[in-house]
């Protein structure tokens, strides 16, 4: 028992090292109003005390649709803008938001999703579109651009407000997002094609391509051990490099997943008190399984790539993945 004890304590000792994207809460501050024409002037100034860390925040059955056809588009019909940035929520039916800082800045940026039930926090890079899934379902939404002032102070730069109502559930997890970028992913892309040839039955998509994930990826400790805030997975270097941290693993599933039309949540949150990423899908029988499932080759149990491959899906660690109470869910992308 002492050495199951230590296997397991080992194993989600893993994924302990990681970083990536979650938010504090804010407090919020007057906006100050510019003391020369160099200074912007800003809608408001919040504080946000730590850097955005994956610790922190962490099958609808149909055959694939065309890639063109899941890609997002800032198609300007539903914008927000002012001299500095865009918001775009032209296709919130579609279960994504797409922001753009277009000003000129050297200092770090953030956008804030706020649903019915959640805050996101991420980081975004200038002069250039980034898609944020609608993870909260229906309901009212607020969208935020901030930029960096000093310390961990933030401005706002620009805010919209919209409602969402999506074309069905499982709209925000089918589409590539900064998380899940597998719009520019074309070995990912084939290699999920390759593992699926003939296969219809989306369940059978699941099962191939969590078995190709596990059997082929081995956990990168050199990574977890050095990676910085803001890490996001670049699927096809994952695929040529076959080693990741637990984000790699799950964001390289949910993308294969999502490009052969099968809907997959990425999810962020805890594996007994480790922060912890792994993948939830949809059966016909069940609905969503809010949290991990494998295949056993005659019936869906909980799924966990990162911790079913670092531990060759030895007994013990198959019977805690298996146990829904261990997980915690905190964030859905």
Not at 88 to 106: I, P, R
Not at 156 to 185: C, G, H, K, M
Not at 259 to 264: A, D, K, R, T
Request: charged share 20%.
């Amino acid at each position: 028992m002492q050495a199951c004890k230590k296997i397991l304590i080992l194993t989600l000792a893993m994924c302990l090292l990681m970083t990536g994207c979650g938010t504090k809460g804010t407090d919020s501050d007057s906006a100050k109003k510019a003391e020369d024409n160099n200074t912007p002037v800003y809608v408001d100034q919040v504080s946000m005390e730590a850097e955005v860390s994956l610790e922190d925040e962490a099958v609808a059955l149909a055959g694939a649709p065309a890639l063109s056809s899941m890609t997002p588009k800032a198609s300007g019909s539903a914008q927000e803008k002012n001299e500095n940035a865009v918001i775009d929520y032209s296709n919130t039916k579609d279960g994504y938001v797409m922001a753009n800082f277009t000003g000129a800045t050297t200092k770090r940026l953030k956008v804030q999703v706020s649903g019915p039930s959640t805050t996101y926090t991420y980081d975004i890079s200038a002069g250039q579109w980034t898609t944020f899934p609608l993870s909260d379902g229906n309901g009212n939404y607020k969208v935020t651009v901030f930029e960096n002032t000093e310390g961990t102070k933030y401005a706002t730069v620009l805010s919209a407000s919209f409602s969402v109502s999506l074309t069905d559930e499982f709209a925000p997890f089918l589409r590539p997002n900064q998380y899940v970028d597998y719009a520019v992913a074309k070995n990912t892309i084939s290699k999920a094609t390759e593992l699926t040839v003939g296969i219809t039955d989306p369940l059978q998509k699941v099962e191939k391509i969590y078995d190709y994930v596990i059997s082929t990826l081995t956990y990168d400790k050199a990574k977890a051990a050095s990676v910085k805030s803001g890490y996001l997975p670049v699927l096809d270097s994952v695929l040529a490099s076959k080693q990741g941290i637990c984000f790699d693993y799950a964001a390289l599933m949910t993308g294969m997943l999502r490009s052969e039309g099968v809907p997959c949540k990425l999810v962020v949150g805890y594996a007994g008190n480790a922060y912890h990423a792994w993948v939830s899908v949809w059966t016909k029988e069940t609905g969503w399984i809010d949290g991990a499932i494998y295949f056993d080759g005659s019936k869906w149990q909980r799924m966990d790539p990162t911790f079913a491959s670092s531990s060759n899906s030895s007994a013990n660690i198959m019977e805690y993945i298996g146990d829904g109470s261990n997980y915690t869910t905190k964030y859905l992308y």
